[in-house]
């Protein structure tokens, strides 16, 4: 009773104390960017006589291969993935190809069977006009902008001493200059690799190798060493994982990708399709086959083009994927970044000023030492090292990838899933105004009151953020997925009314990610788009129309974040518009999957005495640690209380954490 009456006079005193303290997007709108536009420069990818495969754990390739008259040609690092091709001497044919696959594919032992080809994948790279501090060409703005808030925010998390230091980021690129001196001190020769060369130098190799020298600087170059740039994180590792973009296969980004995933924990890949809805199984399966990798990908410069939505390249809709946006440094998105239900998050890019990183060393790569745009020996020392004029969301992708190895840094236990958690909780609200028809009706809370928005995801990344949050988890729930199985529609599209479908889902968690698998059939696809309304009312695009997209039929399995932490249980509506008259289609059947989980926290918030629970216990130490936090942290040496009393996020305790207390202690 004593206790008890102590209790409520401290809250008594608590509750003095805090006294005195202080539209959705319309279907029928009018937009350039659905005009018919001519087709985008780019080619699709050309067949190679070679089938790609994955087996199941244990099984031989040389039996599997001896079965179908193949034979072993090459086998990548990891997972049992494995290239084949036809024994004969004869010339093998595409539909004799064909066929072997659609046979391996019925073969329980195989997991994956596809074409290899040759690709032509693009740089996400943008270049324009435009060392650490501001300089005649705006230094290192993305860090650290003297002029306006647009930057990752690293300067609190550095000062914790987060750098990165034990990560190792691996650059899937065009080649990583060890000897530059920004680069080599965090270099891994034994993590790196040329799977154009076949060696063990990632170096770049022809004339036109200078855009992997410039990723790796964004992501991870040296800091604090007294020549020129930083890095997001200054001390992280990095490997080299050259692609001969000049002659790239599908296996060969599949063995970049699947190379050493159990060392390198976070991989960056700044490129990608010029074309919407080519698909990329092999590639793809790879990046499934390692979970354990936070994969960062370039969104896309496709804005304008008919693969603006970046929905519409298959490897920026796998679940660990951090799918990047780029902003320029006047506050507003890119002129060239792409967008859609997948972007999670957005990362500072060129634009007003270009991204000050590290080049080829000497006048190889994109600065010379010798011209006015670009750093010249007058600016300091072996400028020829470094450009201002990196960009494009190959450079926002790498800079969310150096956020992400301070946030690693900070809990080793961060993976793909409690990435992406963490990256909703803390993404920065940018462009406020925004309500451009790409963004799909602007910034708009979802059920679960997170604000989304197309063009930038759940806001630009915050290294501080991102890593104050990632040390109050432990991790994720277990995976918890949930799938409709194919739903038949079978309904002419008409242009006048949407074909809307009704599906129901039980849930059992929050939702993370939603995916939806479309078949349709129309004479031009680019007419096409889709909504989904969730049971909380929420409405956001699952893909965008696109006139310069002159393909037929649709059979693709779109992404969407926007309904993170979501309760999904309940009714579901599916819209399937056709935009433009005179062509048609038929909807045939649809599929969805949901993934659902929920952070883990680390502790439970307001238990100040350190015995797993809040509850009245807690009062007395609470008013301790704000009245004298010395002899707190003696009696309590083992609650840290700038994280477990932390009501109003601020990162410390003080006379402002009161009132979120009291509310949590009354319920």
């Known amino acids: 009773m004593k206790l008890k009456l102590v209790g409520n006079c401290i809250l008594f005193v608590l509750l003095a104390i805090m006294g005195f303290s202080d539209s959705a997007f319309g279907q029928d709108a009018n937009l350039d960017l659905i005009a018919k536009l001519a087709r985008p420069n780019g080619n699709p990818p050309s067949s190679l006589p070679q089938i790609v495969v994955r087996l199941d754990e ?12 193949l034979q072993v040609v090459r086998t990548l690092p990891g997972a049992n993935f494995h290239v084949l091709e036809p024994q004969q001497k004869r010339k093998p044919t595409d539909v004799g190809i064909r066929e072997t696959i659609r046979r391996l594919q019925q073969n329980p032992a195989v997991l994956l069977a596809a074409q290899n080809r040759r690709v032509d994948k693009r740089f996400r790279f943008v270049p324009n006009d435009t060392f650490f501090g501001q300089n005649r060409l705006g230094g290192q703005w993305h860090l ?122 976070i991989k960056n890949h700044s490129y990608g399709f010029s074309l919407p809805f080519i698909d990329d199984p092999i590639h793809a399966a790879a990046v499934e086959a390692t979970p354990e990798t936070i994969h960062c990908f370039a969104a896309g410069n496709a804005r304008g083009s008919s693969a603006q939505d970046s929905g519409k390249e298959q490897l920026h809709n796998l679940p660990n994927a951090i799918n990047v946006a780029a902003i320029s440094s006047d506050g507003e998105y890119a002129s060239y970044s792409s967008f859609g239900a997948n972007v999670i998050v957005t990362a500072p890019s060129d634009g007003v000023l270009g991204v000050t990183t590290t080049d080829r060393v000497g006048s190889a790569g994109y600065n010379d030492g010798s011209t006015s745009s670009d750093y010249r020996n ?3 020392p072996n400028a020829a090292d470094y450009t201002s004029t990196f960009g494009g969301t190959s ?27 963490l990256l909703v909780l803390t993404g920065n609200k940018v462009d406020p105004s925004d309500n451009s028809a790409t963004s799909d009706g602007g910034w708009r809370a979802n059920g679960a009151g997170h604000e989304f928005n197309q063009n930038y995801g759940f806001g630009m990344i915050d290294a501080t953020a991102l890593v104050d949050a990632a040390r109050q988890y432990s991790g994720v729930t277990d995976l918890n997925t949930e799938s409709t199985g194919v739903i038949n529609v079978g309904r002419f599209i ?35 788009s889709a909504f989904l309304t969730s049971p909380s009312g929420f409405r956001s695009r699952v893909f965008i129309q696109a ?53 883990v926290p680390s ?13 009245f216990g807690d009062i007395e130490p609470f008013v301790l640690a704000i009245t004298d936090p010395e ?19 601020d990162g410390y305790l003080s006379f402002g954490d009161i009132e979120g207390f009291v509310n949590g202690l009354l319920g």
């Not at 690129?173 to 270099?187: A, E, K, R």
């Not at 450079?395 to 958690?421: I, K, Q, T």
């Not at 006139?547 to 009714?571: H, I, M, Y």
């Open 494 to 528: 008409s242009e006048i009314t949407p074909v809307v479908v009704n599906f129901n889902l039980t849930g059992g968690d929050p939702l993370e990610d939603l995916f939806v698998t479309f078949n349709v059939s129309h004479t031009f696809r680019g007419d096409l």
């Open 58 to 69: 244990g099984v031989d390739a040389k039996i599997v291969a001896g079965l179908f008259d």
């Open 144 to 265: 650290i902008n003297q002029l306006s808030s647009i930057d990752v925010n690293v300067a609190s998390a550095w000062s914790q001493d987060f750098t990165g230091l034990g990560v190792v980021i691996g650059i899937v690129d065009d080649g990583l200059p060890v000897t530059h001196p920004d680069l080599s001190p965090n270099v891994r020769l034994d993590l790196s690799y040329d799977f154009g060369q076949n060696d063990a130098d990632p170096s770049p190799v022809t004339s036109s190798d200078n855009h992997g020298s410039s990723v790796a600087g964004v992501a991870a170059a040296r800091g604090g060493n007294t020549i020129g740039v930083s890095g997001a994180a200054p001390l992280a590792g990095l490997a080299g994982l050259r692609i001969d973009f000049a002659a790239s296969t599908d296996a060969d980004f599949a063995a970049a990708t699947l190379f050493e995933s159990s060392s390198i924990p």
């Open 378 to 380: 007058s600016d300091g």
């Open 547 to 599: 006139g310069g997209d002159f393909g037929a039929n649709l059979q693709w399995k779109f992404r969407t974040v926007a309904f993170w932490g979501e309760d999904p249980a309940g009714q579901w509506k599916l819209e399937l518009f056709d935009n433009f008259a005179q062509d048609s289609g038929t909807f045939h059947n649809f599929q969805v999957h949901a993934n659902m989980g929920q952070l």
């Open 603 to 615: 502790f439970v918030l307001g238990d100040a005495n350190g015995d797993g629970f809040f509850d």
């Open 631 to 649: 002899l707190f942290a003696i009696t309590y040496p083992n609650v840290d209380p700038n994280r477990v009393l932390d009501f109003d996020g």
């Open 395 to 421: 450079s926002a992708a790498p800079l969310a990838a150096g956020v992400l190895a301070l946030a690693r840094e900070a809990n080793p236990a961060m993976d793909h899933r409690m990435a992406n958690h």
